[in-house]
């Protein structure tokens, strides 16, 4: 949960409410973007960012993404973050 | 040191061991009489028993654990809480799967959801949001825990929640700030510290200007760090240095990370929707004033303790520790982890009986994870 997860911005999927797609080590995962909006919206694709709970917290680059991505696989907690993704898609279902 | 070749660059982190190894001698510490630098986040507990960085260093330096595991603080009333809240028919509780095997004193989480309670794991507050949206005649209620580095997600979510007047959303604010515990610890007469490891994710939010007092009141150094073996190496180094220099300050190690005046967007989310409680209770610590954070009136409609009238904003229950758990000691440093009667026996991370053994990021499922694996290798 404090770690986060780095991830690259690929499109925005909700201008109204900030919402892009994120490419999370081939998941795709839709975040919220208005932590790091600064110079707009259509900036960020293509950009890395460190992603907690849902939420695009810092803007990174690609070989701090790559180096936080072997910590957190180091720590196992890149596995924790997948599986709370997909624990999280299934609740949305109901298939809990 | 079979740990150091595992690192990204051995040769860095052996030149980083050296100068640590270096400063502790120069500083005249020993096993007996050694330098005590408390990491507060959680993370970074996980990261040095991960890396073996408590074998790596010299025995005159020893690493306090600090309390920032958010659901290694939380209080059993609260999880109490959450259960009450979650027994409701029409409520769809939400929550972090951390938090799921809390124990309070009526069981946890994940035994109210195997009783019959609603109760779902989510990566997201916006999940819980997308779950309030495709069920209008449910109540959602998003289990909002964390220190400063979760706090603007659930902000910004009840925020939207308002945008969109979605009336059947609400959240369990359990929210805690990082800087109050901290002077708790500084102002216990029996807590010796040298100096800190401040949290990197946090620091992204808040800035490090709110970590001043340390160094201007009480005179100790803090370096904030990244989470990397060699952020946490270089961070110790740093805390050393100022240390050996007389100097006490706050210092930045994670700036590609954390501005100084942090991330003004989070910053102002936090103050839209927070206010601060008088003083809310911490698992070990007691009652901290200061250290939590409750919705404001204005967003009242999404106060599940307005809405359900369970929590601080109507009564409060203050509820002992289960008998012979040391989670409070082991919290402020005074023992270690193995040395609570219950490490490994009435307690183990499948049958928890103290918070600490619970999250990843807590000392005593560090110590059983690293320490079980590491005597094993020995």
Known sequence: MCLGIPGK???????????????????????????????????????????????????????????????????????????????????????? | MKYVDEFRDPKAAKSLLKAIADKIEELGATKEKPIHIMEICGGHTHAIFRYGLDKLTPDGLEFIHGPGCPVCVLPMSRVDECIEIAERSEVIFTTFGDAMRVP???????????????????????????????????????????????????????????????????????????????????????????????????????????????????????????????????????????????????????????????????????????????????????????SGLRIRDKYQLFDAEEKFGIGNATNRRVVEEPEGCACGEVMTGRIKPMACPQFGKGCTPDMPLGALMVSSEGACAAYWQYGGARSAAE
């Not at chain 2, 400063?148 to 997600?153: D, F, G, L, R, V």
């Not at chain 2, 945008?163 to 604010?173: A, H, I, K, Q, R």
């Not at chain 2, 370096?223 to 190496?233: C, I, K, N, R, S």
Request: glycine letters at 8%; a negative charge; one cysteine or more.
């Open chain 2, 104 to 290: 309070g004193t009526k069981g946890s989480l994940l035994q109210a959801k195997a009783d019959g309670a609603d109760i779902r794991m989510v990566y997201s507050p916006l999940d819980a949001l997308e779950l309030a949206r495709r069920n209008p005649n449910r109540e959602v209620v998003f289990f909002g825990l964390g220190f400063e580095t979760t706090t603007p997600s659930t902000a910004l979510a009840i925020q939207q929640a308002a945008t969109e007047e979605l009336g059947n959303f609400s959240v369990f604010c359990n929210h805690i700030t990082v800087p109050p515990p901290i002077k708790v610890l500084l102002d216990d007469p029996l807590m010796v510290l040298d100096g800190f490891v401040g949290p990197g994710h946090v620091s992204m939010v808040i800035g490090i200007k709110p970590y001043e007092f340390i160094p201007r009141d009480y005179g100790k150094p803090i370096v904030v760090a990244g989470f990397e073996p060699l952020d946490l190496l270089q961070s110790v180094l740093m805390v050393l240095v100022q240390i050996s220099e007389q100097r006490a300050e706050v210092e930045n190690q994670y700036a590609r990370i954390v501005p100084d005046d942090g991330n003004p967007v989070s910053i102002a989310a936090i103050d839209d929707v927070y206010a601060e409680r008088p003083t809310f209770e911490w698992r070990g610590l007691g009652e901290i004033d200061a």
């Open chain 1, 9 to 96: 911005i690929v499109e925005i999927t909700d201008p109204a409410t900030n919402m892009a797609l994120a490419d999370v080590s081939g998941v795709q995962r839709k975040v919220n973007v208005t932590c790091v909006l600064g110079e707009g919206l259509d900036t960020l694709i293509g950009k890395y960012v460190l992603i907690h709970v849902g939420f695009a917290m810092a803007l990174i680059d690609e070989d701090e993404a790559k180096k936080t991505m072997d910590t957190l696989n180091a720590l196992g907690e890149a596995q924790e973050e997948f599986e709370a993704m997909f624990a999280s898609d299934r609740a949305l279902e109901g298939r809990t």
